[in-house]
């Protein structure tokens, strides 16, 4: 099995900008699609963004489209997560997940591995 450490989570301001790593290790990570998944206080846990095994296809959620950016590389075992404009209602535990289905499975179900989560705080 795959396992998933995120880091990069913090304090900013609203409209600041923060990078969140997701580093995989015990598998072939390119045989994974990547997703992240966010959970806010009270709150069921949410899709964020996707991205497929070779990175050739993303999905974004409607409420971070056009701020937040899913990428990776293969040759790093890293699946990053670019969140621009951050607002207060972006603050959450911020979760990265694998699954080595196809894509979709990412975006429209529950990944097989999870990571342990960072936090992510946005002051208004």
């Known amino acids: 099995q795959v396992q998933l450490v995120e880091s990069g989570g913090g304090l900013v301001q609203a409209g600041g900008s923060l990078r969140l790593s997701c580093t995989a290790s015990?598998?072939?990570?390119?045989?994974?699609?990547m997703g992240w998944f966010r959970q806010a206080p009270g709150k069921g846990r949410e899709f964020v963004a996707a991205i497929s095994h070779s990175g050739g296809s993303t999905y974004s959620a409607d409420s971070v489209k056009g701020r937040f950016t899913i990428s990776r590389d293969n040759a790093k075992n890293t699946v990053y997560l670019q969140m621009n404009s951050l607002k207060p209602e972006d603050t959450a535990v911020y979760y990265c997940a694998a699954d080595p289905r196809p894509l979709l499975v990412v975006v429209t179900t529950t990944p097989d591995y999870w990571g342990q989560g960072t936090q992510v705080t946005v002051s208004s």
């Open positions: 015990g598998r072939t990570f390119s045989n994974y699609a």
